[in-house]
């Protein structure tokens, strides 16, 4: 009797787990564009280069990104989901270099929409904005102010004219 309780209660827990569901979207020459993993109302979403090189990967879920989205531009390169209001969300990106330093720091506000592509296009700066070279000197700082869906240049602290390579 234990032995089929046990078996019933196995197959009722391993029923109730939510099951990742997989799309792959590839584009006109057959090269993997993104893949979709979807798991109740959250989608982890991985973007693709042309190369094959996986450039992204982010949470969406119902209508902003959640968690952390991760670029593979940089070895440490991502954009940390901080706040909800309104009809925005709101990230900090951070880009840290090969020494440990920081090289980028700044606030990103996003527009909800139920569309992760049209969520992403509408990433607007706010706040300070600081770029820092390989040595730790401070290579740009500015801040930006959103007015509307425009951001526009505040205050410019520092703005050199060499950028990173």
Same mark, same amino acid.
């Given at each position: =009797?234990?032995? !089929?309780?046990?078996?019933?209660?196995?197959?009722?827990?391993?029923?109730? /787990?939510?099951? !990742?569901?997989?799309?792959?979207?590839?584009?006109?020459?057959?090269?993997?564009?993104?893949?979709?993993? !979807? /798991?109740? &109302?959250?989608?982890?979403? *991985?973007?693709? +280069?042309?190369? $094959?090189?996986? =450039?992204?990967?982010?949470?969406?879920?119902?209508?902003?990104?959640?968690?952390?989205? *991760?670029?593979?531009?940089?070895?440490?390169?991502? %954009?940390?989901?901080?706040?909800?209001? #309104?009809?925005?969300?709101? $990230?900090?990106?951070?880009?840290?270099?090969?020494? #440990? /330093?920081?090289? *980028?720091? $700044?606030?990103?506000?996003?527009? /909800?929409?139920?569309?992760?592509?049209? +969520?992403?296009?509408?990433?607007?700066?706010?706040?300070?904005? %600081?770029? +820092?070279?390989? &040595?730790?000197?401070?290579? &740009?700082?500015? &801040?930006?102010?959103?007015?509307?869906?425009?951001?526009?240049? *505040?205050? %410019?602290? !520092?703005?050199?004219?060499?950028?990173?390579?």
């Amino acid at each position: =009797m234990k032995i !089929i309780l046990f078996i019933f209660l196995s197959f009722f827990c391993l029923s109730c /787990k939510e099951r !990742i569901q997989r799309k792959k979207v590839y584009d006109k020459h057959h090269n993997l564009k993104n893949v979709y993993d !979807i /798991k109740g &109302d959250t989608i982890t979403i *991985y973007d693709y +280069a042309k190369n $094959g090189k996986l =450039m992204m990967k982010l949470k969406f879920k119902q209508d902003q990104f959640i968690d952390t989205i *991760y670029y593979y531009d940089f070895k440490n390169h991502f %954009v940390t989901i901080d706040s909800s209001k #309104g009809k925005y969300f709101y $990230g900090t990106e951070t880009i840290i270099l090969n020494n #440990g /330093k920081y090289g *980028y720091k $700044g606030g990103l506000r996003f527009k /909800k929409n139920t569309s992760p592509q049209i +969520a992403s296009q509408s990433r607007l700066r706010f706040g300070r904005h %600081v770029g +820092a070279n390989e &040595d730790g000197s401070i290579n &740009d700082d500015i &801040d930006f102010k959103i007015i509307g869906d425009s951001s526009y240049i *505040y205050d %410019v602290r !520092i703005k050199n004219r060499k950028h990173y390579n």
